[in-house]
């Protein structure tokens, strides 16, 4: 799947559409979901053209990648929720219900979050 940078988060990126920004640098953008699934719900977005985690591992430079991770790291720590615990979600393609095809992370916290997944995949 090649990239489509008409998607709604590369149109955040170029500052076209708004954003709720929680934490930024070279290689990141964090910004809060808008339609949030727990009490934190935050999306952590890579500033180059990514579809998903496979094209970004597949594709992107070593220090773009640990600059990414580090920036999730960052995000967690300054939405408060590493005390309490946390989950990390990155939807990729047709069966994970992938929306928008720019790789981004979900941080999701604030909350018991329950299991994993709210029924057994068969
Ligand atoms: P996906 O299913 O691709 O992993 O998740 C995409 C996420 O992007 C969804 O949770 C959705 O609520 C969020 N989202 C979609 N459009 C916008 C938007 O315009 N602004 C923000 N902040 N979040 C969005």
């Known amino acids: 799947m090649s990239y489509d940078a008409s998607n709604i988060f590369a149109k955040i990126l170029r500052g076209e559409i708004p954003c709720?920004?929680?934490y930024e640098d070279e290689f990141?953008?964090?910004f809060k979901d808008i339609h949030p699934q727990a009490p934190v719900h935050i999306l952590?977005?890579?500033k180059g053209p990514y579809v998903s985690h496979d094209d970004f591992i597949g594709s992107a430079p070593d220090e773009e990648i640990a600059g990414f991770e580090r920036a999730v790291g960052k995000t967690v720590a300054a939405a408060g929720v590493i005390n309490d615990g946390y989950r990390l979600i990155a939807n990729c393609g047709v069966n994970a219900?992938?929306?928008v095809p720019h790789y981004h992370i979900h941080i999701v916290?604030?909350?018991d979050l329950g299991p994993m997944l709210a029924k057994p995949a068969k």
Do not use: F, R
């Open 28 to 30: 990141a953008l964090a």
């Open 109 to 111: 916290g604030g909350a």
């Open 97 to 99: 219900h992938q929306e």
């Open 20 to 22: 709720t920004k929680v």
């Open 44 to 46: 952590v977005i890579p």
